[in-house]
């Protein structure tokens, strides 16, 4: 029993210590840049999607198309090496909040709600880690296209014993997280993301109502994006396993093409500002 107690002592001595760099001023001012980074690019991906609604050419509407886009304008290669240590910085900040947490794991009263916030956590950190490594790749000139890379990794998912369950699956996870990200943008949870306290009482419902919009347009997308990779995965085709590109190009198939995408693109702007917004006025914890 004392050296189970000394093993926690350490433990907890050492998620302190994580802590205190977590919260360390100049990492929440990169984090701050990596959120500003973040809301810049969806206003860029909204830019493109306008363009497609009205049938001019240019880059993807999706994260690879926006960097692209950077890296094509004057001092594209240093945007992108900022763009992506920022969101770097900002995945490294989101993260450390389950660093508070993660003592209610040891108690079996807290453990699910504990579970379920780092989740949440963890899940940010992981999308804007990943928006930040891409945005290297591209600042290093080794970018890809999100949909083609995602017909490659179908298809050889496809070919091997038990692939199509994986890809199903993967397809259920997107749908249900085009649900969430709707249900965000409904019960107005996103909110939690805000320092509310220090936001001006005259710019809270602006910034609810930008965020609502701009997390119902994203779930739209998602969940889209979810059933076109089952699509995928039922009939073995893989140009329908699309990524956010794609998924802006099957809106623009059907009759009301343009009035959709415009529509999408005018939440995918709103989630921008919205993000402007939250590097304003940030706060990392999902369950105050």
Request: charged share 20%; glycine share 12%; with cysteine.
């Amino acid at each position: 029993m004392p050296l189970a107690r000394a093993l926690l002592d350490r433990v907890t001595g050492a998620v302190e210590r994580a802590r205190d760099v977590t919260d360390h001023p100049v990492l929440e001012a990169l984090a701050r840049a990596g959120l500003v980074a973040y809301g810049l690019l969806h206003l860029l991906i909204a830019w493109l999607a306008v363009r497609m609604a009205r049938g001019l050419g240019g880059a993807d509407a999706d994260q690879t198309g926006a960097l692209q886009t950077v890296a094509d304008g004057p001092g594209g290669r240093v945007l992108l090496w900022a763009i992506g240590l920022g969101l770097l910085s900002l995945a490294l900040w989101q993260a450390g909040e389950v660093l508070l947490w993660w003592r209610g794991l040891l108690d079996p009263r807290h453990r699910l709600r504990t579970a379920l916030v780092c989740a949440k956590c963890l899940a940010k950190a992981t999308v804007y880690a990943a928006f930040g490594v891409t945005a290297l790749l591209f600042a290093a000139s080794a970018g890809y296209q999100a949909d083609e890379r995602l017909q490659e990794l179908t298809d050889d998912a496809l070919e091997i014993p038990g692939g199509t369950l994986a890809v199903e699956a993967v397809a259920v996870a997107v749908l249900a997280v085009g649900l969430y990200t709707l249900s965000r943008g409904v019960t107005g949870g996103f909110m939690r993301d805000i320092d509310l306290p220090a936001a001006p009482d005259r710019w809270e419902p602006v910034i609810e109502v930008v965020g609502r919009i701009g997390y119902l347009a994203k779930g739209v997308a998602f969940g889209l994006v979810g059933v076109l990779l089952w699509r995928a995965a039922r009939s073995a085709d893989v140009s329908t396993a699309t990524g956010l590109d794609g998924a802006m190009t099957a809106m623009a198939g059907v009759d009301a093409g343009p009035w959709l995408l415009g529509a999408v693109a005018a939440g995918f702007a709103a989630f921008g500002l919205y993000a402007l917004a939250r590097a304003r006025y940030p706060d990392r914890d999902p369950s105050s």
